[in-house]
């Protein structure tokens, strides 16, 4: 179904055989406690994206709790820190070297009398920087793909060496 680009897109959910598939590697009592989706260019462009890896951990685990692109995640700084098995502390120092860095945003919380709860993280920035580093990452996935059409590397080397040789 062809439809504009102000419309949301219904993303339909995995097919039966794809959740077998996955059910067969992880076992289906793990994926009934719940799974996560997350780009696989993260973690091929974690160097270039300048993320340590307990940062990297920790932006796994803000992408655990968003669901909706709408309602950015909202899990406390201890519950962070329990997951990871770091202080509270360590988890507001690595939060906050993400936001210097552009990765996340904090959004405080507040709710009439009880006061402030946790702060909201908006991963917007994070989002960006992988959108803008995804024409670099094609380009290379298209180079490859150019390279194994031709026979592999290793072919066209040897093409070129026997060219090379015969002139």
């Known amino acids: ?10 993303v339909p959910h995995q097919s039966k055989v794809t959740q077998q598939s996955s059910e067969k590697k992880w ?20 160097a270039r994206l300048g993320l340590s890896p307990v940062q990297l951990a920790l932006l796994l685990h803000l992408a655990d709790y968003w669901w909706h692109r709408e309602q950015m995640p ?20 690595h939060l906050t070297a993400l936001e210097t860095s552009g990765f996340i945003a904090r959004v405080a919380r507040f709710t009439g009398h009880k006061g402030q ?7 917007t920035g994070f989002v960006k920087r992988l ?4 024409p670099e990452f094609s380009a290379v996935k ?6 194994a059409k031709r026979g592999g590397l290793a072919a066209n080397m040897e093409k070129k060496i026997a060219e090379a040789n015969d002139e």
């Open 1 to 10: 179904m062809n439809m504009k680009s102000n419309t949301a897109t219904v």
């Open 27 to 46: 076992g289906k009592a793990v994926l009934d406690l719940g799974f996560s989706v997350f780009p696989s260019l993260v973690f091929r462009a974690q």
């Open 74 to 93: 909202y899990p406390s700084k201890a519950t962070l820190a329990e997951r990871m098995h770091l202080s509270p502390r360590q988890i507001q120092r």
């Open 117 to 123: 709860q946790s702060n909201e993280y908006d991963l």
């Open 131 to 134: 959108q803008k580093i995804v």
């Open 142 to 147: 298209e180079q490859a793909k150019r390279v």
